[in-house]
């Protein structure tokens, strides 16, 4: 540790070659490796905007350009998601007021726009890819705002600087209110219920606080399991309350992470921006980048699956409320349903849990991808990472050993992480002059970390999760594509992201799969045939319930953005109101505050998008459909999927590469049928 180290030529940042060196990058290597990386770029910015006559070496160039800068930001955007320890926050705010100087800058570039208007008339119809790519750039260009002029251009920049400032505050206010929440018991009765790897952790906790009893903290695995299992109404209600008011004026740290005033002013910056842009509300402009044609076609879908599941959520709920005997509040919901559950399917989670190793299910997954798309992946040390958790592994060819990339998992809950799981680019795919690389891809998720002398348990869900997470990976590494812009899940239409993810996870529920990612603890035994049959006979029990909350959230997320005057605080609960009474059956009470919690369109890219999960699902569910015709595991409906759809990345629009693959459009039936509501609800 040399306090004098160079900041530029000692920074792991700008490390050319081989993995990022987690271990080794501090917060004081973020501003020093930006800004001169940064520097870098608009000199090769400013020397593309004098080429007279553009080629696809040129684009190459430009391709060269943005993927430095990703490069290098990559990981500090990935380390702020996973260790957010307070001076790499800091660091991490900084340098993000660099980037989004840095892409609005090129994005308002009017020089390089006119080079790639060029490039475009003069590039041959048969490079298809290459007129992707500059279809895309100059679709950017347009709505990072290269035709404003003055005074619009100048505060269009503030916007973006604004925007990218309090959408990283959204989702930092959630993670410290998530972390500061403990509740502390000394009365093991008052837990009764709880899985036993739940109460192990609690207990460590308290011991680590030198504390009698158990500390449950507020973790995604914990918290769910409370909902699900704690047979204290109390202790329920207790985690519902702190769950859905943390970062708001509610609940136990009120007032402290309050995204309330951040909610309205994002909704006021989206808006302008919009306008700026010649659009009429936020919806439009985010329906640009999509497949979906116009904000109408976005609801009136929306609409019409709420129509469909509703009377059979109403339904659900009645067996529910019937089955536990009295009116259900918010906070039972989950547990009775698991009750009933275990009633009629005799399964409960406990009992599935032991099942599913964590390393046994991982190793399952990988089989099974393996013998789809003939790959092989091997564990290899991982040197230099950001966590003892973290594991590195290679995937290669088989028939030829030949490389494909790289996955690094992360798979544990612990504090300063964010909530949730996620897939996210380490590197992109590129075959550029001057930079062949392999893609390589984070696979992250939050489930309970193993016990002493335990491996982590998983439930189903969790097992459904991590295929849906290694749906994303597969997307990002088998792509053929060697412009980074394009390749994997780069430059495909959002809506259409979440295919590969939502296809992949009907193979958690297929028998032959369940008996190869399964495995007693224990004893080593896989799951036995009469818990599939149950397991999969309970798949679309209350499904519904969890399908009017999704439709609730995407109309919700929708309807905000499609206003003509964006929603003050006040008006966006009222709205939440509206949606609820036409789409929810479950109503919660008046200090529920979900719009502060909903980083996947206040924090993250989701904004007038949350719809993609029910859009993208219905292509999942047909897609797999076509598996469920020849086979699941049948190697020539595999190597069409891979080809038509996974490896052509963002290359081709997505109901182009759908189209190739089904032989026809999506239809809705597979995904009713796959949720249970393709007979009438009233039968
Ligand atoms: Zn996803």
């Known amino acids: 540790m040399t306090a004098s180290a160079d900041p530029i030529t000692d920074n792991p940042l700008l490390a050319e070659t081989g993995l990022p060196r987690f271990d080794r990058i501090r917060p004081e290597h973020v501003e020093p490796a930006l800004r001169s990386t940064l520097d870098a770029q608009r000199a090769a910015i400013a020397e593309a905007e004098r080429v007279e006559r553009p080629d696809i070496e040129w684009l190459a160039r430009l391709e060269r350009i943005h ?88 505060r269009f920049r503030e916007i973006m600087q604004r925007l990218a400032a309090l959408q990283a505050k959204f989702e930092q206010n959630l993670m410290d209110a998530t972390d500061a929440f403990e ?50 109404a109390a202790l329920r209600e207790r985690y519902y309350e702190a769950w859905v008011t943390r970062a708001s004026d509610r609940g136990p740290s009120a007032g402290k992470w309050d995204n309330g005033p951040l909610i309205a002013e994002i909704l006021t910056l989206r808006h302008e921006s919009a306008r700026l842009l010649g659009f009429r509300n936020y919806a439009e402009l985010s329906l640009a980048t999509k497949m979906a044609g116009s904000p109408d076609e976005v609801i009136g879908f929306l609409r019409d699956l709420a129509r469909r599941s509703k009377p059979f959520a109403e339904r659900d709920l009645g067996e529910l409320t019937a089955h536990a005997g009295r009116r259900l509040e918010p906070w039972d919901v989950a547990y009775y349903s698991e ?58 060819r088989r028939d030829d050993g030949g490389p ?20 996210d680019s380490c590197f992109d795919r590129a075959r550029l002059p001057g930079l062949a690389r392999d893609p390589v891809a984070y696979l992250v998720c939050n489930f309970s970390p193993p016990g002493e002398d335990t491996p982590s348990l998983l439930t189903h869900d969790e097992v459904v999760t991590l295929f849906h997470e290694f749906g994303h990976t597969l997307h990002h590494l088998l792509t053929e594509v060697g412009y980074p ?32 990612i399964s495995g007693h603890h224990e004893t080593g035994e896989p799951l036995p045939d009469e818990k599939i049959e149950r397991l999969n006979g309970s798949r679309t029990f209350m499904e519904r319930l969890a399908t009017v909350r999704q439709l609730e959230f995407a109309l919700f997320d929708f309807l905000l953005h499609v206003a003509d005057e964006p929603p003050d605080l006040a008006r966006t609960y009222a709205l939440l109101d509206d949606v609820r009474r036409e789409v929810a059956v479950i109503r919660p009470p008046e200090y529920n505050r979900f719009p502060s919690t909903f980083s996947h369109i206040f924090g993250g890219g989701y904004a007038a998008g949350y719809y993609s999960y029910k859009w993208a699902e219905v292509l999942a569910a047909d897609a797999f459909a076509a598996f469920e015709e020849a086979g699941v595991l049948d190697p020539e409906t595999a190597g069409r999927f891979r080809r038509e759809i996974l490896a052509v990345g963002g290359s081709r629009p997505a109901l182009e590469a759908f189209v190739a693959f089904r032989g026809r459009p999506p239809e809705l039936d597979a995904l009713l049928r796959q949720s249970g509501m393709s007979e009438p609800a009233a039968a």
């Open 339 to 396: 009750r009933l559950r275990e009633q009629r399917f005799a399964l409960s989670d406990d009992e599935l849990r032991p099942y599913f190793p964590l390393p046994k299910v991982l190793g399952g997954l990988f089989g099974l991808v393996e013998r789809l798309f003939g790959l092989e992946i091997a564990e290899r040390p991982a040197a230099g990472t950001w966590h003892p958790a973290v594991a590195y592994y290679e995937i290669r």
């Open 404 to 423: 494909i990339g790289g996955l690094y998992t992360d798979l544990y809950a612990r504090p300063q992480k964010r909530g949730g799981a996620w897939m």
């Open 67 to 154: 993927d430095e800068v990703r490069r290098v930001w990559g990981p500090v955007s990935h380390l702020n998601a996973v260790v957010s320890t307070p001076p790499l926050r800091d660091a991490y705010n900084a340098g993000l007021a660099l980037v989004t100087e840095f892409n609005t800058e090129v994005g308002q570039n009017e020089a390089l726009y006119a080079r790639f208007l060029e490039l475009e008339r003069t590039l041959p119809a048969e490079r298809r890819v290459e007129r992707e790519l500059v279809a895309q750039a100059l679709r950017d260009f347009r709505l990072s705002g290269v035709a404003l002029k003055g005074r619009d251009r100048e």
């Open 485 to 516: 812009s394009l390749a994997g899940i780069n430059g495909v239409a959002w809506d259409a992201v979440e295919l590969p993810s939502q296809f992949l996870e009907n193979y958690a529920w297929r028998p032959e799969v369940l008996k190869s």
């Open 183 to 232: 509740h502390h018991e000394t009365r093991p009765d008052a837990l009764a219920g709880l899985p036993e790897q739940v109460l192990s952790r609690a207990r460590a906790k308290a011991a680590e606080k030198g504390v009698e009893g158990y500390v449950l903290t507020l973790d995604p695995p914990t918290y769910l399991a409370v909902m699900n299992h704690a047979r204290s």
